[in-house]
């Protein structure tokens, strides 16, 4: 992972820290933000070690979200192949997700930090195309990605286990390059937390 900062009106993204972790793990492992999570609680010494992996992955370009020195969520971009025959360009594409505080939401911080990113990528990663998912339920999170300029690509119904509410139905968003650079950036809105990353 490159070591980039990003400064938004409000908030600087920079790699996640060491130091980080347990600050993290406050709001990580509340119920309300698993509740919207594939991967629920986690602990300390397994998160740490992932998040050192990441740090050492030239194709993780995850980000610690801080306003005023104190870190409010994170914003993960994997990089990765996308899907081809032989004589594809490599490394195209990138995975999205993001894990805010809940104590911060109502002020559009996750929203102007995974714009942040997603600039970051398409203007300066050289990524043509960026993909995202969530329960549909998640209503905060398919906010930010529509915020975001994000479409949604499919509907999946019934495609994901939720351990409260059973088989739900999610959705996958994704975004190219051409479109963010042929539209004004998105506005800011107020919203809540949570999102999740979604294998595919």
């Known amino acids: 992972?490159?070591?980039?900062?990003?400064?938004?009106?409000?908030?600087?993204?920079?790699?996640?820290?060491?130091?980080?972790?347990?600050?993290?793990?406050?709001?990580?492992?509340?119920?309300?933000?698993?509740?919207?999570?594939?991967?629920?609680?986690?602990?300390?010494?397994?998160?740490?070690?992932?998040?050192?992996?990441?740090?050492?992955?030239?194709?993780d370009h995850s980000m610690a979200a801080t306003l005023d020195g104190v870190v409010i969520g994170t914003v993960s971009l994997d990089v990765v192949d996308g899907m081809g025959q032989p004589g594809m360009p490599p490394r195209t594409e990138?995975?999205?997700?993001?894990?805010f505080d809940p104590a911060y939401g109502g002020h559009g911080y996750a929203t102007e930090a995974v714009t942040a990113v997603v600039a970051h990528a398409f203007e300066r990663l050289g990524i043509r195309r960026i993909t995202a998912g969530c329960f549909a339920d998640n209503l905060a999170s398919v906010r930010i990605l529509e915020k975001v300029g994000m479409r949604r690509e499919q509907h999946g119904v019934g495609d994901s286990w939720h351990a409260e509410l059973g088989w739900v139905d999610?959705?996958?968003?994704?975004?190219?390059?051409?479109?963010?650079?042929?539209?004004?950036?998105?506005?800011?809105?107020?919203?809540?937390?949570?999102?999740?990353?979604?294998?595919r």
């Open 1 to 59: 992972m490159e070591n980039t900062t990003v400064r938004t009106e409000r908030l600087e993204l920079r790699p996640v820290r060491d130091e980080d972790v347990d600050r993290i793990l406050e709001y990580r492992n509340l119920p309300q933000v698993t509740r919207w999570l594939l991967r629920t609680q986690v602990d300390s010494a397994s998160f740490r070690a992932a998040w050192r992996r990441a740090a050492a992955d030239p194709d």
């Open 170 to 199: 999610g959705y996958t968003y994704a975004l190219l390059a051409d479109a963010w650079h042929g539209e004004a950036a998105p506005s800011e809105q107020p919203i809540a937390s949570a999102p999740v990353p979604r294998a």
């Open 94 to 99: 990138a995975e999205l997700g993001y894990i």
